[in-house]
């Protein structure tokens, strides 16, 4: 057979133009408030249900107390109530403003002008000018404090969600699982097939090639007959999207952050770019940001093949979790389901997706377990994850391969994702996930069958024999 060797590697131009490095401190791009606004053309002003979450203000607190964030909900409360109150204060300036406006209006119409009373509504006027001046500089200042922090709240948890550790769903065990003193990348080079430079650069050879694309074409064929439909990504999200996703746009850590060169790129913040990967969840909520779509397309079940980008916030030198585990890209699948607002609806999605992926792993003949991960692991836009993970015999941990989260309306809300029905628009609700990342699924593989004597390439699961050509 050909040697087929296929290069994974982070170029290095994007050493200038897509850096982990730390940029300045930016507000929200998804709520611009103020001078922020001014200039910059509002790409979408996100649905704030703060009002619904205060009320079940129970849930948000043990959501935030959960997953161990520093935020306190009863300070966001009161500073929302002020907000509140300078806003109607606001308003009754307004109001004001126009009586005496028109009561001016009265008086220069009426044959007789009342020269002291014109004078005092003058006076009366400058007076509120200066007030609402005053007090829109207190609106937009509150704003700014008390919207960044909204935005910053996490989804509300399922009552699935583990409070501590994991609950196994479905565990498959295998009675040859070993602990191995020798990490996958060791073993990868032994056998030719995995060229490792560093988290940003390695090569995939020979049959370590043909894995990923037999893998890749497995998955996609399998979940196309289950009803979903292959979609093609753009490999850039913009600032607006990322944070709309609950992510944070301003962390070199979280996306690789395009550098404005000046010449070439927007210069607002709004319209930063970021390198996630066609397949990924910005990449996915970037097409369908302020759509409306019909009651007739909905459930929408949508996959992408293509890349992931991740930075590695670890130090590149640093080999305990590296190797392919701590890869800064991966060929992927990632699935995308779109809803109507109803609970019941989207869990049966949520189940259905979870036991087909199960199945299929199922077919490898490969040990593995779905868990729900507790709450502290979950990004903010998850309620409820189910993680398929699989056991490195040299790291003596579990990997995630794979996912499937339950975002229900989070994102839709802050991306204003909609559909039609009756000639109202609702809200959609969004069940997502990684289906596989195969350099995770590729390391523990060759950890896992390793045995130096009688093992000399990777196994190729019968079922995935058939994409080889």
Not at 16 to 23: D, N, S
Not at 55 to 69: H, Q, T
Request: glycine fraction near 6%.
């Amino acid at each position: 057979m050909a040697v087929v060797k296929k290069l994974v590697w982070l170029p290095l131009q994007y050493s200038r133009a897509v850096r982990c490095q730390c940029l300045r401190r930016y507000g929200s791009v998804l709520y611009l408030t103020g001078d922020e606004a001014k200039g910059i053309f509002s790409v979408l002003t996100p649905h704030i249900d703060i009002e619904d979450r205060f009320n079940d203000i129970s849930a948000l607190k043990r959501s935030v107390e959960l997953r161990g964030l520093q935020i306190d909900v009863d300070e966001l409360k009161h500073l929302w109530e002020i907000l509140k109150t300078v806003e109607e204060d606001k308003h009754t300036i307004e109001t004001r403003r126009v009586d005496v406006a028109n009561r001016m209006k009265e008086l220069r119409r009426g044959s007789d002008v009342a020269t002291e009373e014109m004078e005092k509504l003058k006076f009366q006027g400058k007076l509120l000018r200066e007030d609402l001046k005053a007090t829109v500089k207190a609106v937009w200042e509150l704003q700014k404090k008390v919207m960044t922090k909204v935005l910053s709240l996490p989804n509300n948890l399922h009552s699935d969600t583990p409070n501590e550790g994991t609950k196994i769903i479905t565990e498959v065990r295998h009675e040859s699982v070993m602990n191995h003193a020798e990490s996958h990348v060791g073993i990868g080079k032994k056998l030719g097939v995995l060229d490792y430079v560093n988290p940003t650069c390695y090569y995939l050879q020979g049959d370590a090639a043909l894995f990923e694309l037999c893998v890749l074409g497995y998955f996609a064929e399998k979940l196309g007959s289950n009803g979903f439909i292959k979609f093609c990504n753009s490999d850039f999200g913009r600032s607006v999207v990322v944070e709309g996703c609950g992510l944070d746009h301003e962390d070199p850590s979280v996306t690789y952050i395009l550098q404005d060169t000046g010449d070439i790129l927007h210069t607002k913040d709004v319209n930063r770019l970021h390198l996630v990967g066609g397949a990924s969840l910005p990449s996915f909520c970037s097409f369908h940001a302020k759509q409306i779509l019909p009651v007739t397309a909905l459930p929408l079940r949508l996959l992408a093949v293509g890349r992931q980008y991740t930075p590695n916030s670890q130090k590149l030198d640093e080999t305990n979790f590296s190797g392919l585990f701590g890869a800064c890209q991966a060929a992927a699948v990632e699935l995308f389901i779109l809803t109507e607002n109803d609970l019941s609806n989207m869990m049966d999605e949520f189940d259905k997706t979870v036991a087909a992926l199960t199945d299929m792993y199922k077919e490898f003949g490969f040990p593995f377990r779905v868990v729900y991960v507790p709450a502290k692991s979950l990004r903010l836009y998850e309620s409820l994850r189910a993680s398929f993970q699989m056991y490195s015999s040299y790291l003596q941990s579990y990997i995630e391969i794979g996912h499937v989260s339950v975002c229900d309306d989070y994102i839709s809300k802050r991306l204003l994702t909609r559909y039609e029905v009756k000639n109202k628009q609702r809200f959609t609700r969004i069940v997502s996930g990684t289906v596989v990342s195969v350099p995770k699924l590729l390391g523990c593989v060759l950890e896992l069958h390793h045995e130096a004597e009688s093992f000399h390439s990777i196994p190729f699961p019968q079922v995935v024999r058939q994409h080889l050509f």
